[in-house]
């Protein structure tokens, strides 16, 4: 059985740092593509990052770059999310998302139960 | 503001057929793979739909999707009280090198 479990979530200050966990289970962990995807209160689905099975490509969405990085320790199979300079527009429940392949662009076929995060200034 | 536009809302009765639209441009819907998910309230999303029209296992068939340039259609017939959720949409987008979702259509089992 698939697992995902996210970690690491709380309350930060605008501008603070956080890192995010996922510790995934119940399949070959490095032969799937992995990302984060955000929820803000009440609102919809916010794609956050991918990382390729391998862990050699990464892709942001433009809220995010050059702010947050993604990567995964396949020996673990565990996914991470180091956040910096957080803004108050990253309070969302993040979530952790398994790929069906280990493409980039593979469809999100399992998810965590996802994470808080919230910033205050 | 979605890459990915979506009606907020759709409603229909036990029985009813009802169809959710996904529009986008051929940088993502017109050139790849769309999916959709399924999210109760309070509950993570669960994939619903890929490649257009497949269904994971334990899907019912009363679920299936369409593609036509760069919009897509998810159906649901036979409509059921357990179908009341928020539905997206998704898809790789090749210009932005990313994932772009729908803003999500609330569906109500009336």
């Known amino acids: 059985e698939v697992q995902l479990l996210e970690s690491g979530g709380g309350l930060r200050q605008t501008g603070e740092s956080q890192r995010l966990s996922c510790a995934a289970s119940?399949?070959?962990?490095?032969?799937?593509?992995m990302s984060w995807v955000r929820q803000a209160p009440g609102k919809g689905l916010e794609w956050v990052s991918v990382?390729?099975?391998?862990?050699?490509?990464?892709y942001y969405g433009d809220s995010v770059r050059g702010r947050f990085t993604i990567s995964r320790d396949n020996s673990r199979s565990t996914l991470y999310l180091q956040m910096n300079s957080l803004r108050d527009d990253d309070t969302a429940l993040y979530y952790c998302?398994?790929?069906?392949?280990?493409?980039?662009?593979?469809?999100?076929?399992?998810w965590g139960q996802g994470i808080q995060v919230t910033v205050s200034s | 503001q979605s890459v990915l536009t979506q009606p907020p809302s759709a409603s229909g009765t036990p029985g009813q057929r009802v169809a959710i639209s996904c529009s986008g441009a051929?940088?993502?819907?017109?050139?790849?793979?769309v999916s959709w998910y399924k999210q109760l309230p309070g509950t993570a999303p669960k994939l619903l739909l890929y490649?257009?029209?497949q269904r994971p296992s334990g899907v019912p068939d009363r679920f299936s999707g369409s593609k036509s340039g760069t919009s897509a259609s998810l159906a649901i017939s036979g409509l059921q009280f357990e179908d009341e959720a928020d539905y997206y949409c998704?898809?790789?987008?090749?210009?932005?090198?990313?994932?772009?979702f729908g803003g999500g259509t609330k569906l109500t089992v009336l």
């Open positions: 119940g399949f070959t962990f490095s032969s799937y593509a």
């Open positions: 998704g898809a790789w987008d090749d210009s932005l090198n990313g994932w772009v």
């Open positions: 051929s940088s993502n819907i017109g050139n790849n793979i």
């Open positions: 998302a398994k790929g069906s392949s280990g493409s980039y662009f593979s469809v999100f076929d399992y």
């Open positions: 490649s257009t029209n």
């Open positions: 990382i390729g099975g391998s862990g050699s490509r990464t």
